[in-house]
């Protein structure tokens, strides 16, 4: 029962074979004309949008621009090694989601009362960090091995186990 109502949200046909060049285009824009970093905030609801809607991680799967990004940047340098074990475990994803979580909460706090021009940039600041940590790591290990630990991609999956666990009660 669940399967199917599962089966029944539609998935789209996968963008990633382009989309890194939305991260491109943003940044670039956004380095230019700050405000514009807001559509960063993008990045971060649609995922959680997607997730709500029932589909998943179709946006990890199937969309996302950073994960386009370093699967096409780091996986031209990167060096392949294993990644640590601590990676994998829940602890450490929801310490790390703490962090940036709490970073960004932050930030936003910080920035608002200051106009768009500056929480455009906070913003962009933000992205492009954590954009640089996910194309390290991926050129250090596999080229998208923060998707492991990606704070997106472990909000969106406790999502989808939530709403699992919601249709099968
Ligand atoms: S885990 Fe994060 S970086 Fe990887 S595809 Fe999902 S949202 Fe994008």
Not at 10 to 27: A, E, F, P, Y
Not at 43 to 55: D, K, N, V, W, Y
Not at 81 to 107: E, I, Q, Y
């Amino acid at each position: 029962m669940e399967s199917s109502h599962r089966k029944k949200k539609i998935w789209i046909k996968s963008i990633q074979g382009w989309s890194w060049l939305i991260t491109v285009v943003w940044m670039t824009i956004a380095n230019i004309w700050k405000p514009f970093g807001l559509f960063g905030l993008a990045c971060m609801f649609t995922p959680i949008a997607i997730a709500l809607s029932g589909r998943g991680k179709m946006h990890c799967a199937r969309v996302c621009p950073r994960g386009s990004f370093i699967g096409l940047f780091a996986g031209k340098i990167s060096l392949g090694l294993k990644k640590p074990a601590v990676m994998n475990s829940r602890w450490f994803r929801w310490l790390l989601w703490s962090m940036m979580m709490g970073t960004f909460a932050v930030l936003i706090v910080w920035a608002v009362p200051k106009g768009v021009y500056t929480l455009g940039n906070a913003i962009l600041i933000f992205m492009e960090i954590a954009t640089g940590l996910a194309l390290l790591v991926g050129m250090i290990f596999k080229p998208r091995t923060w998707c492991t630990v990606c704070p997106m991609g472990f909000t969106t999956g406790n999502l989808r186990s939530l709403l699992e666990k919601r249709v099968k009660h």
